[in-house]
């Protein structure tokens, strides 16, 4: 993997991941899209216009730290506020990260990726337009705050993530954390 780059002539953005990489991305993805839909709506109030317009999104912050970092309390000083504001935007929002995690995966699948995982020499060759390039970076937001949250990675850490023994499995998983920051990096450049 190199990087994404704008290609001087298209001003289209390539990337190239080996199977195995595309294959990872895929599932990050698919596992951001089952978080974020594993939850239920609250059924909505009796006020006829909120029921029309389907305003039964959840009033109190998410239990899983994940999705509480994902979808932070907007009014920390006021809990009605809050409230209101989680239960006329959480939905939409939830959606929005899930539908850009879902046009990260369709994107892999339609560049070649098989349904059954990788074969052993097979080679991803990714291109997005500035739009799909857009929702590409905001999954990686999403992908990275998801996983830096359950490692619980921290400003100044560095140094702890080094001392761990290359076979414990949280060290592995920061690296895929620092994977996803180089590829939003990469990405951020080549926009």
Do not use: C
């Not at 993805?29 to 909505?44: I, K, M, S, T």
């Not at 109190?60 to 809050?82: G, I, K, N, S």
């Not at 590409?136 to 705050?145: A, C, T, Y």
């Not at 080094?162 to 592995?172: H, I």
């Amino acid at each position: 993997m190199t990087g994404f780059v704008r290609h001087r002539r298209s001003q289209r953005i390539h990337a190239t991941f080996a199977g195995f990489e595309a294959d990872l991305l895929r599932s990050l993805a698919g596992q951001l899209v089952e978080l974020l839909r594993n939850e239920e709506a609250e059924p909505g109030g009796t006020d006829p216009l909120e029921a029309m317009l389907d305003f039964s999104g959840p009033t109190t912050a998410p239990e899983d730290p994940v999705l509480a970092r994902l979808f932070p309390t907007a009014y920390h000083d006021d809990e009605e506020a809050a409230a209101d504001f989680r239960r006329f935007t959480e939905s939409t929002l939830r959606d929005g990260k899930a539908r850009a995690a879902v046009v990260v995966i369709d994107t892999l699948e339609e560049a070649g990726l098989p349904p059954d995982g990788p074969g052993d020499d097979i080679t991803i060759d990714v291109e997005l337009d500035h739009d799909a390039a857009r929702t590409w970076l905001r999954s990686f937001n999403d992908l990275r705050l998801a996983l830096g949250t359950r490692l619980e990675v921290e400003e100044g850490d560095e140094d702890y993530w080094a001392s761990l023994p290359e076979d414990d499995p949280r060290g592995q998983m920061h690296h895929v954390y620092d994977w996803l920051g180089y590829l939003q990096e990469t990405l951020v450049r080549a926009l």
